[in-house]
């Protein structure tokens, strides 16, 4: 008997399927009436394999001797009447008077989602009792489905989750790619089966391996229409590319990009079979955010610039607002934008374990802790942890897993306990260090970056990285710092980080056997303003390095230099020409990221001036401030007339007044307050 190309076809699908057992175990209960489940829900995202899924049932069905009925809602008016049409054309055909009784297939589910209070009531229950229903469709299963108990009882579900990385392999293998390119090309596919045969099929037909998404932009483009389709209006649009460049998506920030339409956008985001809502807010599947991430960066690369902005403002305002309680959060979300750095394989490999949230350590932590530091550096290093442990307790961050702490950072916080500085050959030679290139003034801090690790991998493992990451943003972007160093015993590894981080400063530090090297960061000549603004280019250009010179200020001045040189600048206050010599042009007064600038300078004292006026019980001193160097009388004498102020009262509020100011600025100058903040 001559055989079908049917045959042929099946036999091809049947060799290149991998993976999905616990579905086909389900569906082989139901064949068997092993099992009370008659319904199959079966949904994920566009290319999950929900179709090649569809025709192993099939197979399946037809072996057993049962007759299956394919319906595909692409191919039919998907009404109630639609549906029985098109299930009485083909059952004829299905052999529906086979004793094993029938499957019905019905592919593309989520058409059907008006009628679906009428498949669930009416058309379901008007089957045959040893009729088997396979529902496969993008959306999962509506509350209706879940709250009756009946259907709870009958009706079995199955999310299409990704494949395992074994699995991705296979599927390669049986699409005949070169064994030296399968983990490559199962890396770029992050277990999506439609994205691993394309990928499969770009690479035996080329012969060349893409090193990125973004290096095969017709498979790009396929991906989009495929898995993700078309967005209702702009506004949603926008909302799914900020969503895939965000690491947490909420309606705040979606705010920022669609405005009053926030609501709106998110509640379509969230229904959206490859977004996940999570505790804190929705992010897409990792191949989903890929996807869309190379498409519009290829597509159209001032949007991209754009939607980067939009996320690296929001999370700068909230790193630097008043408000504390999300500042882990929000350094979660701008280290994310540094996908091109070269700690970016953090952010993929715990996203594949489950999220990792950075928070305080608890005294009930500090016993795993130090037994990590002792397990790595020896038990002198780990008795010298205790000490700052008990000196510091609050300046330890950990990130917990259930078996308990899976990564820490501890920084000092200088000024500390000077006999404990002394202990520490490291913070001792750090601080030698700092005081020989540019000491830290009065108000200014020095944060070193003392103990760093992982439970298994020390300072490489993913968790290590992730703690000192989000720690050291948060509290770069926070103090009042003038320097902070980092330290490493693997600078083969996080040499190339600090580099990308623009630290300038590189030395040696020894601690017994141990051999560390430092890096360090003078804020005082980069300003934090000036740093966050270079991160947020190098996240989109990936450049490493150190600052540029023109964005780097002038050594810094000392309080008494200071305060000379706001005195004479107030004396020019009214000829901005006459502030460029200024001294202040190096201070934080004058410096931003395109470097200094006079008008900054003005504008700063200015806003000073004004911000002192506005102090309790001090409106006087701003009038005098004002009246004096911004609307300046001819003299003093005539300033002190002007105000109603005897001229002895006069001269007492003026230099109260100045001295206030001076007081305020400085403030500004080592980073503890901000001009316009409370």
């Given at each position: 008997m001559p055989q079908h190309l049917a045959a042929i076809i099946d036999e091809a699908r049947r060799r290149a399927f991998v993976g999905r057992g616990a579905e086909l175990a389900s569906f082989d209960a139901a064949l068997s009436a092993d099992t009370p489940r008659r319904v199959l829900f079966v949904h994920g995202p566009g290319g999950i394999g929900k179709t090649t899924l569809l025709h192993q049932f099939r197979m399946r069905a037809c072996a057993r001797g049962h007759a299956a009925v394919v319906i595909d809602g692409?191919?039919?008016?998907?009404?109630?009447?639609?549906?029985?049409?098109?299930?009485?054309?083909?059952?004829?055909g299905a052999g529906r008077d086979k004793p094993a009784g029938w499957v019905l297939l019905l592919d593309g589910y989520e058409r059907f989602g008006s009628i679906d209070p009428w498949v669930r009531e009416e058309f379901l229950p008007s089957l045959d009792a040893d009729a088997i229903v396979v529902l496969l469709g993008r959306d999962p299963p509506s509350p209706a489905w879940r709250s009756d108990p009946a259907w709870r009882a009958?009706?079995?579900?199955?999310?299409?989750?990704?494949?395992?990385?074994?699995?991705?392999?296979?599927?390669?293998?049986?699409?005949?790619?070169?064994?030296?390119?399968?983990?490559h090309l199962a890396a770029l596919g992050r277990g999506h089966p439609l994205t691993l045969a394309l990928l499969a099929d770009a690479t035996t037909a080329s012969g060349a391996v893409p090193e990125n998404l973004a290096d095969a932009p017709d498979l790009v483009a396929a991906?989009?229409?495929?898995?993700?389709?078309?967005?209702?209006?702009?506004?949603?649009?926008?909302?799914?590319?900020?969503?895939?460049?965000?690491?947490?998506?909420?309606?705040?920030?979606?705010?920022?990009?669609?405005?009053?339409?926030?609501?709106?956008?998110?509640?379509?985001?969230?229904?959206?079979?490859?977004i996940t809502r999570g505790a804190d807010g929705l992010y897409p599947h990792d191949l989903v955010r890929e996807v869309l991430d190379a498409d519009l960066r290829r597509r159209s690369p001032d949007t991209y610039r754009q939607v980067n902005r939009i996320v690296h403002g929001a999370a700068i305002a909230a790193l630097r607002g008043r408000d504390t309680t999300d500042r882990a959060l929000w350094a979660q979300q701008k280290l994310h934008l540094h996908r091109r750095s070269p700690i970016a394989f953090t952010y993929w490999a715990l996203r594949e374990r489950g999220s990792a949230a950075v928070v305080p350590g608890r005294p009930d932590d500090h016993p795993q802790v130090l037994d990590t530091i002792e397990r790595f550096e020896g038990k002198e290093s780990a008795a010298l942890a205790e000490r700052w442990l008990d000196a510091q307790p609050e300046n330890l961050s950990v990130v917990r897993s259930p078996t308990g702490v899976a990564g820490f950072m501890f920084?000092?916080?200088?000024?500390?306990?000077?006999?404990?500085?002394?202990?520490?050959?490291v913070v001792r030679t750090v601080l030698a260090e700092a005081a020989r290139r540019s000491p830290a003034r009065p108000g200014e801090q020095i944060s070193i970056a003392r103990y760093l690790s992982g439970a298994a991998e020390h300072q490489r493992d993913a968790h290590a990285v992730l703690v000192?990451?989000?720690?050291?943003?948060?509290?770069?972007?926070?103090?009042?710092?003038?320097?902070?160093?980092?330290?490493?015993?693997?600078?083969?590894?996080?040499?190339?980080?600090?580099?990308?981080?623009?630290?300038?400063?590189?030395?040696?530090?020894?601690?017994?056997?141990?051999?560390?090297?430092?890096?360090?960061?003078?804020?005082?000549?980069?300003?934090?303003?000036?740093?966050?603004?270079l991160m947020g280019e190098r996240e989109l250009s990936g450049v490493t390095g150190p600052p540029p010179?023109?964005?780097?200020r002038p050594p810094p001045l000392d309080r008494a230099r200071f305060a000379e040189a706001v005195r004479v600048a107030l004396r020019d206050l009214h000829r901005p020409d006459r502030l460029r010599p200024s001294p202040l042009m190096g201070s934080a007064l004058a410096v931003g990221f395109e470097g200094a600038d006079v008008d900054r300078l003005h504008a700063n004292l200015l806003r000073a001036i004004e911000q002192i006026g506005r102090e309790p019980r001090a409106e006087t001193?701003?009038?005098?401030?004002?009246?004096?160097?911004?609307?300046?009388?001819?003299?003093?004498?005539?300033?002190?007339?002007?105000?109603?102020?005897?001229?002895?009262?006069?001269?007492?509020?003026?230099?109260?007044?100045?001295?206030?100011?001076?007081?305020?600025?400085?403030?500004?100058?080592?980073?503890?307050?901000?001009?316009?903040?409370?």
């Open positions: 692409r191919d039919i008016d998907c009404s109630a009447d639609g549906l029985r049409a098109a299930l009485d054309r083909t059952m004829a009958l009706a079995a579900v199955h999310c299409l989750d990704a494949l395992s990385p074994s699995e991705s392999i296979d599927l390669l293998a049986r699409a005949e790619v070169t064994a030296d390119f399968r983990p991906l989009v229409a495929q898995v993700i389709g078309d967005a209702p209006s702009d506004a949603h649009a926008m909302g799914l590319v900020l969503c895939a460049h965000a690491w947490l998506t909420t309606v705040d920030l979606l705010r920022h990009a669609v405005g009053d339409l926030a609501p709106e956008v998110w509640a379509w985001l969230e229904a959206q079979p490859y920084q000092v916080i200088y000024p500390a306990d000077p006999s404990l500085c002394d202990a520490d050959p000192g990451s989000v720690t050291s943003t948060v509290t770069w972007a926070s103090r009042p710092l003038a320097w902070s160093f980092v330290m490493t015993l693997d600078p083969e590894f996080w040499g190339p980080v600090f580099r990308y981080l623009a630290f300038t400063v590189e030395f040696p530090a020894k601690h017994g056997e141990l051999d560390y090297t430092v890096y360090g960061l003078d804020w005082r000549r980069c300003s934090i303003e000036s740093w966050l603004e010179p023109e964005m780097l001193l701003g009038r005098v401030l004002d009246r004096t160097f911004v609307r300046p009388a001819p003299t003093q004498e005539a300033a002190a007339e002007v105000l109603d102020l005897p001229f002895s009262t006069y001269r007492r509020y003026l230099a109260k007044a100045v001295e206030r100011l001076t007081d305020l600025l400085w403030a500004v100058e080592i980073g503890e307050v901000r001009l316009g903040a409370d």
